[in-house]
């Protein structure tokens, strides 16, 4: 399947998280849970990973986080990345991690954004890239950017955050 490049400027915006949820940055110390929602969501790992088990997604999570913690911006990747629970239990609702890749090190994309289904429809998503959006601005990065599938749901809620196509197609 083919992947979009869509961008936008960043922006500080308002952000609300909607009652019962609690939102903060995201630590590398969350990779067991973030891994525990991968699995529960059937997500792909990378064929090092042990398909199936809590290990295997942990060790995706950590990969990716070691594969990163060298680039110059990791620091403000990691909290602008967010991380959601549901107040009630502590359990993971929903994460974005953000990536600030690029050779000069300002390129910030999506790297992955999961709501938990069964926490989906309730203004999440929309939140944590709002967050998104706002640490960069703050930290004075203009652009954000992320690749999405040709999936018509993701589609219309980065057209309506305000992403537009950059016609890059990967
Ligand atoms: C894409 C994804 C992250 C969105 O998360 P979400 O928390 O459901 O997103 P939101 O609730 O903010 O918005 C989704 C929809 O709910 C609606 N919505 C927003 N706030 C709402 C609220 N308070 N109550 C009810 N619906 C709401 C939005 O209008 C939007 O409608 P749409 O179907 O027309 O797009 C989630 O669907 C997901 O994890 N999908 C699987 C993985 C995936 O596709 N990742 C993206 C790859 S590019």
Do not use: K
């Not at 019962?20 to 991968?38: C, F, M, N, P, T």
């Not at 110059?72 to 991690?97: D, F, K, M, P, Q």
Request: hydrophobic share 40%; glycine share 12%; charged share 25%.
């Amino acid at each position: 399947m083919a992947l979009r490049q869509l961008a936008r400027g960043t922006e500080t915006c308002a952000v609300a998280w909607p009652d019962g949820y609690r939102a903060e940055s995201v630590a590398e110390d969350d990779a067991e849970e973030i891994g525990a929602l991968l699995l529960r969501v059937g997500h792909p790992l990378h064929p090092e990973c042990e398909s199936g088990t809590a290990a295997g997604a942990m060790y995706y999570v950590t990969r990716l986080f070691d594969y990163h913690r060298a680039d110059r911006n990791y620091a403000l990747a990691l909290r602008s990345s967010t991380i959601v629970r549901e107040a009630s239990t502590g359990r993971i609702a929903g994460v974005c991690l953000v990536g600030g890749g690029g050779s000069g090190g300002d390129d910030f994309s999506i790297y992955y954004i999961q709501v938990d289904p069964v926490h989906q429809n309730r203004g999440i998503g929309t939140a944590m890239i709002r967050r998104a959006l706002t640490v960069l601005a703050e930290a004075g990065v203009p652009r954000f950017h992320l690749w999405r599938e040709d999936d018509a749901r993701a589609a219309s809620l980065y057209d309506r955050l305000g992403f537009r196509p950059t016609g890059a197609v990967e």
